[in-house]
Nanobody, 115 residues
Framework: QVQLVESGGGLVQPGGSLRLSCAAS????????LDWYRQAPGKQRAMVAS???????DYVDSVKGRFTISRDNGKKTMYLQMNNLKPEDTAVYYC?????????WGQGTQVTVSS
């Protein structure tokens, strides 16, 4: 089991950028697949981006070309660089880590895109 703490959310204007961070505990984090999910008001939580232990990445179509997921295993931290943000990106963003029978979530960080 790992503990996950997100940071970096906030209020940004359309077209702006934010970088989210997810700090993880535990010495085996390098084996985990790490994901960013988001949940907008009235909607289900959905995956935004994923990065596996080999560094392979995957994105939902709506963020391709705008968001970049990365990880630094030495710092036990995952990042989500979000550029050209749109109002529809407004949501609580959650960090998720999974490996074998382990499945852990952070508490989330709010991202609001509004003028």
């Amino acid at each position: 089991q790992v503990q996950l703490v997100e940071s970096g959310g906030g209020l940004v204007q359309p077209g702006g950028s934010l970088r989210l961070s997810c700090a993880a505990s535990g010495n085996q984090i390098r084996f985990y697949t790490l994901d960013w999910y988001r949940q907008a008001p009235g909607k289900q939580r959905a995956m935004v981006a994923s990065i596996d232990s080999s560094g392979n990445t995957d994105y939902v179509d709506s963020v391709k070309g705008r968001f970049t997921i990365s990880r630094d295993n030495g710092k036990k931290t995952m990042y989500l660089q979000m550029n050209n943000l749109k109002p529809e990106d407004t949501a609580v963003y959650y960090c998720h880590a999974h490996w074998l029978n382990n499945d852990d979530w952070g508490q989330g960080t709010q991202v609001t895109v509004s003028s």
